[in-house]
């Protein structure tokens, strides 16, 4: 049972344009939720993170907005840059016993942003 | 220093091999994970360590042993593994106490059996 959905496989932009990477998720206990970026053969990079009691959280150019009721959430980059173009991971925190953090990823999304 | 470093960054094995995957981390965090990852499909959780103790064992086959042998290095012992191991094994890390709860994760190593 797959809890955390990226349902786009893949997301083409023009430079310059803004990309919305989407994301839905089924457990309401999830608490924080957190954006990877992966370049192929490289670890994923944190980007951006929310915590459940908000809605939305900016970082340059890059924002998420979390819809609590929907049990959604998504990831604008603007303006989108050539280099941005990775797979981006959704990621959900469940705590779990001692403290642990454990992450649930999404399926990702290839974003191909294209000069 | 936000790095987290794994070793080797390739690893062909036999099926009769032993290797051992190693990590470290010097950012202080007290939670480290391993993660394996197939083509085209998210992380998998394998191992939780929190406070150099297995925390989380998410059903992992035994031929996988994890160690930790103090808070800044993590090892991840190989033993007759099969070809669908196969994979990117990830290291990452995290401070537990604090918000937020990242994770930061090291390259990989590309691990092939034969």
């Known amino acids: 049972d797959q809890q955390v959905k990226q349902n786009s496989p893949s997301l083409s932009v023009q430079e310059g344009r803004i990309s919305i990477l989407n994301c839905d998720y089924t457990?309401?206990?999830?608490?924080?939720f957190l954006w990877y970026k992966k370049y192929p053969a490289e670890g994923p990079t944190f980007l951006i993170s929310i915590s459940s009691i908000k809605d939305k959280n900016e970082d340059g150019r890059f924002t998420v907005f979390l819809n609590k009721s929907a049990k959604h959430l998504s990831l604008h980059i603007v303006p989108s840059q050539p280099g941005d173009s990775a797979v981006y991971f959704c990621?959900?925190?469940?705590?779990?016993?001692?403290?642990?953090?454990?992450?649930?990823f999404g399926t990702g999304t290839l974003l191909a942003v294209q000069p | 220093d936000t790095e987290v470093t794994q070793t080797p960054k390739h690893l062909v094995m036999g099926m009769t091999n032993k290797k051992s995957l190693k990590c470290e981390q010097h950012?202080?965090?007290?939670?480290m994970y391993w993660y394996k990852q197939k083509a085209k499909k998210p992380p998998e959780l394998m191992f939780v360590y929190s406070y150099e103790k297995l925390s989380i064992n998410e059903s992992v086959p035994s031929r996988f042993s994890p160690e930790c042998p103090n808070s800044s290095l993590l090892n991840l012992h190989l033993h007759a593994l099969q070809p669908e191991d196969s994979a990117l094994y990830l290291c990452?890390?995290?401070?537990?106490?604090?918000?937020?709860?990242?994770?930061?994760f090291g390259p990989g190593t590309r691990l092939t059996v034969t």
């Open positions: 990621a959900a925190s469940l705590l779990g016993g001692g403290a642990t953090n454990k992450l649930i």
């Open positions: 990452a890390s995290s401070q537990e106490y604090r918000d937020p709860y990242e994770q930061y």
């Open positions: 950012m202080g965090h007290r939670a």
């Open positions: 457990n309401s206990m999830f608490d924080y």
